[in-house]
């Protein structure tokens, strides 16, 4: 049911499973992902402007074609009327595009901003520019915002949490390896070169970006790692004012929160504060000059994508090319697009629903939930490593799962946004002011559990811990995750497993430590706890052996809460697979493959994709989802009903014998 939106007549619609996209050389039990997806992947080499190529781009693509109709109808409205979205919408979108003009202000929209920096004295100027930078909705140093009380998730409170690196890992900064040294010298010259770009000579630039690599790793150095910000307890610390006063005593809290408009500074979580602590005794050792080089960076780095094309070039040679292997930058259009999306999300997905989103997506989607939740209740109740005390709690904390699909009930009210034919950076700058106001707006005050994470128009889907709730955005309910008129084992393979996925996710090993309001609050008994923990550590070895391209991991303690979510995917929307079709005959083919068989190719479709080597190392380190190869052969090796499906025999290469096979939910 793919809306094109191009002239051409579509081509005759693909199969849901098409064996024109597999491998069949080789054996299903020697490598899945290779067997259900091996042609695809040859056929689909890499685009210069992507990173990744698989599933969610090619659904990315189309998803393009459909938005830009859309900007495309507001651009060209000149009756617009002022205040309106689809006036916002046009001025953003045309501002964008208007290369000639960002072309001619070269870096003119950042230039009264780095004055203000330049005339900068002493630390304690620092700090206050530190503030009204985060006021603006910029975060040099830290991240400020609100969003639910961890243990009272009803209440928005303040947040704070560790920022200020310029490099997407604080590893880069203090690896030892070879990857992490290369992106080190390439970050040096990046940086230089932008300070070039605003006017500095080669030596000076070259100075300035020895001192932002030395804050930042200075920062780096206190940060705690990625694994450690998965821990929800350790992250925990909400303080008053005096008491993050006393936590990090270098830094004037109360002019910070009076500058940046918080008024209610009784209950403030801070997220790590091993790195605030950290934070304020740099902002005092290292001299004004030197945070005045590294506040400039913030401002260029930030605002680079916005400006002229010198900058944005320079920008994506590092971030596109050398962290990502990127050849080529998307067109122009594209990425106005997104940004343009990104700003003004839920006005672009108004639009987007009333043209692209079929009701009755939404009811085949309801329907599908309501199965995967009874399938998940069946499999909790059936769990031999539970006591029933705690099953008794996770069948409550199922039941009480919110679901949202396709699109919210209530919009966000754009009317105070600012956005004008001024300049794409202005527009950029008010569109992030109004989203921090809107934000700051809300701490202190009870949770809108309206609200959504998620745009309309997004590929995704997600499951919110404090909400308890799973949100499945319009764009995600198509081809191949969702096919409106396909048979129920494509279905229940490919979104039937994103739902079960994201369910899971309440009873991963982070989702686990919620109760059914959204509270951190444990209600495990102790000893199901610790079997719990046995069978995810074997899940998380099990994905740390295993290799791609010959010599690299994927680091199964970064990536388990994903990992348990597979696994529960599977194996919950294959028992729905078999409520849903009790009495039929699932041995029946459809395009030559029994219902069992489809269900397993329609879910490692879903993750074929072509990576290239600098992302893939890059996802390794910063993701928290594995590849998607190992999503596929990590799992289906450990489900029963795939060895029945396929016929796995104990002489196939990922043969597991049956005592050995993880199950978790
Ligand atoms: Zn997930």
Redesign the pocket.
């Known amino acids: 049911m793919t809306t094109t939106m191009s002239c051409k007549p579509k081509a005759k619609e693909e199969p849901a499973i098409n064996a024109a996209n597999m491998d069949t050389t080789i054996k299903p039990g020697d490598n899945f992902y290779q067997y259900a997806n091996g042609a695809w992947l040859k056929s689909h080499p890499i685009p210069n402007d992507y990173s990744r190529y698989g599933a969610f781009e090619v659904l990315g693509e189309e998803n393009y074609k459909q938005l830009q109709t859309i900007m495309d109808e507001a651009s060209k409205d000149k009756n617009a009327e002022a205040g309106t979205v689809r006036q916002k919408i046009r001025d953003f979108y045309n501002t964008g595009l208007d290369t000639v003009k960002i072309e001619k202000d070269g870096f003119n929209p950042i230039k009264a901003e780095l004055a203000k920096i330049d005339a900068l004295k002493t630390n304690e100027d620092i700090q206050k520019m530190v503030t009204q930078r985060h006021a603006v909705g910029s975060y040099p140093l830290f991240y400020f915002f609100g969003s639910a009380d961890e243990k009272n998730s009803n209440m928005v409170i303040a947040q704070l949490y560790q920022g200020g690196l310029g490099l997407p890992d604080r590893d880069y900064y203090l690896g030892d390896d070879a990857r992490s040294k290369e992106i080190r010298s390439e970050y040096l010259k990046h940086v230089a070169k932008m300070f070039e770009l605003i006017g500095e000579d080669p030596t000076q630039a070259g100075k300035d970006a020895t001192t932002v690599m030395q804050i930042e790793t200075g920062l780096a150095k206190v940060s705690s790692t990625r694994l450690e910000l998965r821990d929800p307890i350790s992250n925990y610390n909400k303080m008053n004012l005096d008491a993050i006063q006393k936590m990090a005593p270098k830094f004037d809290w109360a002019s910070y929160f009076k500058g940046i408009g918080l008024t209610k500074t009784e209950e403030i979580n801070v997220g790590q504060t091993k790195f605030f602590t950290g934070m304020a005794e740099l902002l005092n050792t290292i001299p004004a000059e030197q945070w005045k080089v590294y506040l400039r960076w913030n401002v260029v780095n930030e605002a680079a994508a916005y400006l002229s094309s010198g900058f944005e070039k320079e920008n994506f040679a590092f971030f596109g090319t050398v962290l990502s292997g990127k050849t080529a930058q998307k067109p122009r259009w594209k990425r106005v697009l997104s940004e343009t999306s990104g700003s003004l999300g839920e006005a672009v997905g108004q639009l987007y629903v009333e043209k692209y989103f079929p009701p009755q997506a939404k009811e085949r989607m309801i329907s599908l939930i309501n199965n995967l939740k009874a399938a998940l209740k069946e499999r909790i109740t059936g769990l031999t490593w539970m006591s029933d005390v705690t099953k008794k709690e996770a069948i409550a904390k199922l039941e009480k799962i919110n679901v949202k699909v396709g699109y919210p009930d209530k919009w966000i009210d754009y009317s105070s946004m600012q956005i004008g034919t001024n300049s794409y950076y202005e527009n950029m700058v008010n569109a992030t002011l109004f989203n921090v106001k809107r934000d700051m707006n809300k701490i202190g005050k009870p949770v809108d559990r309206t609200e959504w994470g998620m745009t309309p128009q997004t590929v995704n889907a997600y499951y919110n811990p404090n909400m308890n709730e799973i949100v499945f955005p319009a764009a995600i309910l198509q081809p191949p995750f969702f096919f409106l008129n396909a048979d129920d084992a494509v279905n229940y393979g490919a979104i039937g497993v994103v739902i079960g ?1 994201e369910m899971s ?1 309440g009873f991963d090993d982070q989702g686990r430590q919620y109760d059914k309001e959204g509270n951190l609050r444990d209600w495990w008994q102790a000893e199901d706890a610790t079997k719990f923990q046995a069978q995810t550590k074997s899940l998380a070895d099990h994905y740390s052996n295993y290799k791609l391209l010959d010599s690299l991991h994927v680091d199964g303690n970064l990536t388990l809460g ?1 990992n348990i ?1 597979d696994l529960g995917g599977v194996n919950i929307a294959y028992t729905a697979l078999q409520k849903a079709m009790e009495g039929k005959d699932m041995s029946e083919k459809i395009d030559g493959f029994t219902s069992p068989q489809r269900f397993f190719l329609s879910y490692a479709q879903v993750w074929r994709n072509n990576i290239r080597d600098k992302e893939l190392m890059r996802r390794l380190k910063e993701d928290v989802h594995s590849p998607g190869e190992a999503r596929v052969n990590c799992i289906v090796y450990n489900v029963p009903a795939f060895y029945q499906a396929f016929s796995i025999k104990p002489t196939d290469k990922m043969y597991r014998p049956a005592d050995q096979l993880i199950k978790i939910w």
């Open positions: 996925h996710h994903e979510a």
